[in-house]
Each structure stands twice: as C-alpha cells, then as structure tokens.
C-alpha cells in the first residue's frame, strides 16, 4: 500500500523557503522532501512528513527541519527561554498536522551518525529542538554542517627521542629489579590450596620483578594487580587468585579472590612471565616473532606517531571512527566534546600494542571462551577511551571476524578484557629494543 503524502507539502514548503535561501546564502545545500521517520520520548513523528534535508560533508549524519503547530506556555513578555521571551512546548498540544489559524515554529532534528545509508531502521531515535524564527535554524545548521573541522582535536605530536628515553630508563629500571628482587611471600606454598601452593613453589623472584607492570616514571605501578594462577577458577566467577601487588620498591604475593576475565594483568596463560618453570620459552613463544628485529620497523613507527601506519604494517584492519579518531576528527556530532580525550587516551594506549600479537592473542581469547562454551566471533575489549560516566562505556575492541585482526570502536558496559601482556610490546622485547 502506497504511504500517504504529506497534505501539508505546499504549506511547509513555503514556510521553509526563507530558511533555504538563507542556508544557500551560506553555502549550505538543503533538499525538500520526505523525512526520515523518527522517535523521542514525546512519540513517533509520521512517515509521511516532509522538510528539508541537510547532508553533512563527511557522511556523519543529517539534519531535518520541518514546520510543526505550537502553542506559547508563557504570555508574551513574560519570560521564558527563547530568544523572543516566549517558551515553545513539544507535547500533546503541537502537531504535525497544520490547520489555516496554527501558530507554526521550526521543529529542527539532528540525525546523528545517521547518513540515509540503504538499510537503515525504518525510524530512528533523534530528539527534536523547536526554534522559533529563521535565523535560529540557520545558525544551528551552520554550527552542526561544519563541526568535524570546527572541533577536530590536535593529534599529539611525534616525540620519538623522549619516548626512546622513557623506554631505555623502563627497562633499566626492570633490569635493576631483577638484579636484587624484593618479594614479600604472604604464605608459605604448605599454607595454600594444592593447586596455588604448587605454583608458588615456582615463583621466579626476578623475573616478577622485571616484568611486573611499570608507571611512566619506571617505578612499579601502585594500583596494578597481577593474577598470576588461579585455582581451578571460571574466568567469569570469582575465585582464588596466586596475585601480586605492589607495596612501595617490594611486590607482595598472596591469595585474592579475583574475577579472573576482568583483570587487565592476568599472567596464567603467559606463565614465562613469573615461573622458573617456564624460564627457556623462546622468544617465538613469548613474542610471537624469532628475534627483536622483526619488531623494530613497527615499533620505530609507533615512536613517531604512526600507529594506524603501524597497524597496518602488520594487517590489522581500523574502523571508520578510530581512523577518524587517529586524524583528530570527532565521531558524530554529539560526541564532539569528547574528542580531545578520547584523541589523547587512543595514541597513548596504542604506542604501548604490538600489532603483530593481535592474531595470537584474540585467538587465546577464544581459546577461553570456547572452554567454558560461550559464543565466540565477538570483539574482546583491550581499553577504554575514558571520559564518560555512565554503564555502556566506549572501548577499543579486537575480532578477527574476517581472518584479518580489526580494531573497532564498541560499546560495552562489561568489565571483561583482555590482559595487557596479551597485546601490548613484551617487557623483555622492550629491554632489547631499548638498551
């Protein structure tokens, strides 16, 4: 059945004329004609309405304006906040359908990061703003049409030498440690359950000591938590970790009750780390490469700043909003504010991948997943990107749906991820790379 047209057509168009000469006055293109079905808390806007469509240059979204009857809530003068001293209300009193005596405002709707893609839902949520006169509208178009430019973030600058320093004083400092490890033992291996008494009686003191995790400054990082063992846990329940913290220049082992899937540091698939059990591993094991210098074109361009270049090198695929993020660009517009962060934390926690592990270590993710029979295929989260408070958070995922590695950008509300040590550069790798 054929959808009805919008009986109102030649009301909005000339209601809506004016803001069209304006926004070609501006270099702004609209188009007149059907809108995109939406929906708010206020209800579902018809599907055969019509308006103008504004593109946005990159693809990122569009915007909709389309002419709606209103009443005021506030007699003139009397305050309000519109520019005009009146207030407009979207609620049952205003209407799509327009009658000869309707007051009309402006109904202006953001569609963001939606591009009118075939495929698309049959309705979108996008809240909608009133505005009252023409040159409210023209200038919330003009400040949404141009934002990717407008609010790009500046990537940080290539610093090659500092961050060799920083590495070469890391993995001095991890060698010193090693050399006269301090290690405090909360039990005696007697003292433990079975299975973690027997891995305690494997703990090699220097190599905890050289690759426990390290703050900027070199030193031991405070709030870190390594799970070294576990005793016969699920990774996705608590249970009874062989953990280590760090207690000034002394790392304290003892038993924790941990949720093993949620730990950033979690050693038990990568044992050479702290067992003198699995002391001789060859770097093919501990590195997934033969030697350090198959390393060394990747990690001289993650030095200077290149790590979608980096990524690359090694196959490994990005999405479109992590590029975007990588050449400073927000996402959409309405997480424009976040960019600058979201920038920073992206550059930051990628100088520290090693893009050629990304394979093996979703392919040990899986390995875990199919263990306890969860459903696999799906990204695992390596970092978050920070800055919002809220339960579904955006994070750095990994799949490798296609064969190939992909990083993408998710939204997860899980605490589950990936241990560092899975895809971040070796700490013996780095000491060999940093002399």
């Known amino acids: 059945m054929a959808e009805v047209l919008d009986r109102h057509e030649r009301r909005r168009r000339a209601e809506l004329a004016g803001v069209s000469a304006r926004l070609r006055e501006v270099g702004i293109e609209p188009a007149f004609g059907p809108l995109t079905p939406t929906y708010d808390f206020y209800g579902k806007v018809p599907g055969n309405l019509t308006g103008l469509v504004v593109g946005e240059p990159h693809n990122t979204g569009r915007m909709q304006v389309t002419v709606v009857a209103a009443r005021r809530i506030v007699p003139p003068g009397q305050g309000g906040l ?3 001293g009146h207030v407009w209300t979207r609620d049952v009193d205003i209407e799509h359908d327009l009658a000869d005596s309707d007051a009309v405002v402006f109904e202006v709707t953001l569609l963001d990061g939606v591009a009118g893609v075939p495929g698309e839902p049959a309705s ?3 809240p909608r703003q009133l505005v009252v006169d023409e040159e409210a509208v023209v200038d919330a178009v003009r400040l949404w049409h141009g934002y990717r430019d407008m609010l790009r973030a500046t990537p940080p600058k290539p610093g090659p030498q500092r961050r060799r320093a920083l590495r070469a004083r890391t993995a001095a400092a991890r060698r010193s440690a090693a050399a006269a490890p301090q290690v405090s033992v909360a039990a005696a291996p007697a003292e433990l359950p079975p299975a973690l008494g027997l891995r305690l009686a494997e703990l090699d003191h220097a ?3 050289f690759n426990f995790p390290r703050d900027r400054t070199g030193r031991y990082a405070r709030s870190a938590v390594v799970a070294l063992a576990g005793d016969g846990t699920v990774l996705s329940k608590r249970g009874p970790w062989l953990a280590v913290r760090a207690d000034g220049d002394t790392l304290v082992v003892g038993v924790e009750g941990l949720i093993g899937a949620n730990q950033d540091h979690r050693w038990d698939r990568l044992p050479w780390l702290w067992s003198a059990a699995h002391a001789e591993a060859p770097a093919a094991v501990r590195w997934q490469l033969p030697d350090a210098a198959g390393a060394r074109p990747v990690v001289s361009l993650l ?7 980096a990524l690359a090198s090694c196959g490994v695929e990005l999405d479109e909003e992590l590029k975007a993020l990588l050449a400073g660009y927000p996402i959409t517009y309405g997480f424009a504010r976040h960019t600058e962060t979201w920038v920073k934390r992206l550059y930051e926690q990628l100088q520290l991948c090693a893009p050629w592990r990304l394979a093996a ?4 993710h899986q390995d875990e997943r199919r263990a306890v029979r969860r459903p696999t295929g799906e990204p695992i989260a390596l970092f978050g990107l920070k800055g919002m408070n809220q339960q579904s958070k955006p994070m750095v995922g990994l799949d490798c749906g296609d064969g190939a590695p992909r990083l993408s950008m ?3 509300a899980s605490n589950v991820r990936l241990p560092h040590e899975l895809w971040q550069c070796p700490a013996d790798l780095e000491a060999e790379l940093y002399p």
């Open 82 to 84: 519109s520019a005009d």
């Open 207 to 209: 190599a905890l000591a």
């Open 410 to 412: 998710i939204w997860t």
């Open 361 to 364: 270590a979703y392919e040990v």
């Open 124 to 126: 979108v949520w996008a």
């Open 303 to 309: 030095d200077r700043h290149a790590p979608a270049e």
